[in-house]
Protein backbone atom coordinates (compact mmCIF):
# COMPACT_ATOMS: atom_id res chain seq x y z
CA UNK A 1 0.00 0.00 0.00
CA UNK A 2 2.82 2.37 -0.68
CA UNK A 3 0.84 4.27 -3.53
CA UNK A 4 -1.87 5.08 -0.97
CA UNK A 5 -1.76 8.70 0.24
CA UNK A 6 -4.80 10.84 1.78
CA UNK A 7 -5.19 14.32 1.19
CA UNK A 8 -7.75 17.33 2.02
CA UNK A 9 -9.47 18.52 -1.65
CA UNK A 10 -11.33 21.85 -0.53
CA UNK A 11 -12.50 22.53 -3.90
CA UNK A 12 -14.45 19.46 -3.93
CA UNK A 13 -14.89 19.53 -0.06
CA UNK A 14 -14.03 16.35 0.60
CA UNK A 15 -10.78 14.38 2.34
CA UNK A 16 -9.56 11.85 -0.64
CA UNK A 17 -8.00 8.76 -0.48
CA UNK A 18 -5.85 7.60 -3.17
CA UNK A 19 -4.57 4.94 -4.64
CA UNK A 20 -1.67 6.64 -7.04
CA UNK A 21 -3.58 9.48 -8.57
CA UNK A 22 -7.20 7.54 -8.52
CA UNK A 23 -9.53 8.30 -5.66
CA UNK A 24 -10.82 5.38 -3.79
CA UNK A 25 -12.49 6.99 -0.77
CA UNK A 26 -13.72 9.78 0.47
CA UNK A 27 -14.76 12.02 3.47
CA UNK A 28 -17.65 14.26 2.30
CA UNK A 29 -17.74 17.61 4.44
CA UNK A 30 -19.43 21.02 4.59
CA UNK A 31 -18.20 23.97 5.91
CA UNK A 32 -20.03 26.33 7.91
CA UNK A 33 -17.44 29.39 7.42
CA UNK A 34 -19.13 31.41 10.04
CA UNK A 35 -19.67 29.46 13.06
CA UNK A 36 -15.88 27.41 12.39
CA UNK A 37 -17.45 24.10 11.86
CA UNK A 38 -16.98 21.32 9.46
CA UNK A 39 -19.92 18.62 9.16
CA UNK A 40 -18.89 15.58 8.07
CA UNK A 41 -21.74 13.97 6.04
CA UNK A 42 -20.64 10.94 4.40
CA UNK A 43 -17.65 8.62 4.21
CA UNK A 44 -17.05 5.50 1.51
CA UNK A 45 -13.91 3.77 0.54
CA UNK A 46 -13.99 1.58 -2.78
CA UNK A 47 -15.43 -1.90 -1.64
CA UNK A 48 -11.70 -3.36 -3.19
CA UNK A 49 -9.76 -1.65 -0.39
CA UNK A 50 -12.16 -2.71 2.19
CA UNK A 51 -10.66 -3.98 5.20
CA UNK A 52 -7.18 -2.66 5.23
CA UNK A 53 -8.05 0.09 7.21
CA UNK A 54 -8.18 2.88 5.26
CA UNK A 55 -11.81 4.48 6.43
CA UNK A 56 -9.66 4.99 10.00
CA UNK A 57 -6.88 6.31 8.09
CA UNK A 58 -9.11 8.55 6.44
CA UNK A 59 -11.32 9.65 9.43
CA UNK A 60 -7.61 10.20 11.27
CA UNK A 61 -6.61 12.76 9.36
CA UNK A 62 -9.57 14.95 8.20
CA UNK A 63 -10.10 14.91 12.27
CA UNK A 64 -6.64 16.03 12.66
CA UNK A 65 -6.63 18.45 10.05
CA UNK A 66 -10.06 19.84 10.91
CA UNK A 67 -9.33 20.74 14.80
CA UNK A 68 -5.72 22.14 13.33
CA UNK A 69 -7.72 24.21 11.18
CA UNK A 70 -9.48 25.22 14.22
CA UNK A 71 -12.85 24.40 13.28
CA UNK A 72 -15.28 22.29 15.16
CA UNK A 73 -16.53 18.71 13.86
CA UNK A 74 -20.11 18.05 13.30
CA UNK A 75 -20.71 13.82 12.64
CA UNK A 76 -23.67 14.13 10.67
CA UNK A 77 -21.72 10.44 8.77
CA UNK A 78 -22.53 7.50 11.11
CA UNK A 79 -19.18 6.12 10.10
CA UNK A 80 -17.29 9.67 11.42
CA UNK A 81 -19.67 9.25 14.65
CA UNK A 82 -18.59 5.73 15.15
CA UNK A 83 -15.14 6.44 14.45
CA UNK A 84 -15.32 9.41 17.23
CA UNK A 85 -16.67 7.27 19.88
CA UNK A 86 -13.72 4.79 19.74
CA UNK A 87 -11.45 7.75 19.90
CA UNK A 88 -12.24 10.00 22.66
CA UNK A 89 -9.79 12.86 22.48
CA UNK A 90 -11.60 14.28 19.97
CA UNK A 91 -14.58 15.14 22.49
CA UNK A 92 -13.31 18.95 23.08
CA UNK A 93 -13.99 19.56 19.27
CA UNK A 94 -17.29 17.78 18.34
CA UNK A 95 -20.41 19.28 18.09
CA UNK A 96 -23.95 17.25 18.62
CA UNK A 97 -25.51 17.83 14.83
CA UNK A 98 -28.35 20.01 15.00
CA UNK A 99 -31.51 20.23 12.42
CA UNK A 100 -29.39 23.20 11.13
CA UNK A 101 -26.39 21.44 10.55
CA UNK A 102 -28.44 19.17 8.21
CA UNK A 103 -30.69 21.75 6.39
CA UNK A 104 -26.63 23.16 5.27
CA UNK A 105 -25.69 19.84 4.37
CA UNK A 106 -29.21 19.61 2.09
CA UNK A 107 -28.60 22.64 0.77
CA UNK A 108 -25.10 22.17 0.09
CA UNK A 109 -25.81 18.87 -1.60
CA UNK A 110 -28.69 20.67 -3.81
CA UNK A 111 -26.89 23.59 -5.08
CA UNK A 112 -24.17 21.52 -6.11
CA UNK A 113 -26.01 18.77 -7.90
CA UNK A 114 -25.80 18.50 -11.27
CA UNK A 115 -28.40 20.58 -13.72
Do not use: W
Amino acid sequence: MTTITIRNNPERSRFEVLDADTVIGQAAYVDDVGAAQRIFYHTVIDEEYGGRGLAGMLAAQALDETVAAGLMIVPVCPYIKKYLGRHPGYAANVLARTPAHLELVRASLAHNAPQ
